[in-house]
């Protein structure tokens, strides 16, 4: 991921934001009490839809494709040491096609008694 892929994606995120509080701002001139009632309903759909699909978006905007044990045996016996060491289930692993070396981890699993 470039510095303008970054960029473009903080971008996209102003717009949707400032979009949301346009939105709020006029539901509350149209429609009063209610308006705002109404897109604060939206508000929580929007957010629900983008944590529950964030890993998915993610996945999907940087190109990243599933591979196979047989594709990458060394990358998956990595994985499966570190997932039984925390003793959490082994992730589904995707590469991104691009030179740059980068990594990025996505998904809800909690680990929070690894951090202590």
């Given at each position: ?100 070396p980068n990594a990025f981890a996505t998904g809800r699993i909690r680990i929070t008694r690894l951090l202590r």
């Open positions: 991921m470039t510095l303008r892929d970054i960029l473009d994606t903080v971008r996209r995120v102003e717009v949707r934001t400032n979009r949301l509080v346009n939105d709020m701002m006029v539901g509350a001139y149209l429609g009063g009490r209610n308006g705002m009632t109404i897109a604060l309903a939206v508000a929580v759909c929007t957010n629900a839809f983008a944590y529950f699909f964030s890993d998915k978006i993610a996945l999907k905007s940087s190109g990243a494709q599933p591979v196979t044990r047989e594709q990458l045996p060394r990358l998956y016996a990595v994985m499966e040491r570190l997932a039984a060491k925390a003793n959490i289930p082994v992730p589904k692993l995707y590469v991104v096609p691009e030179q740059a």
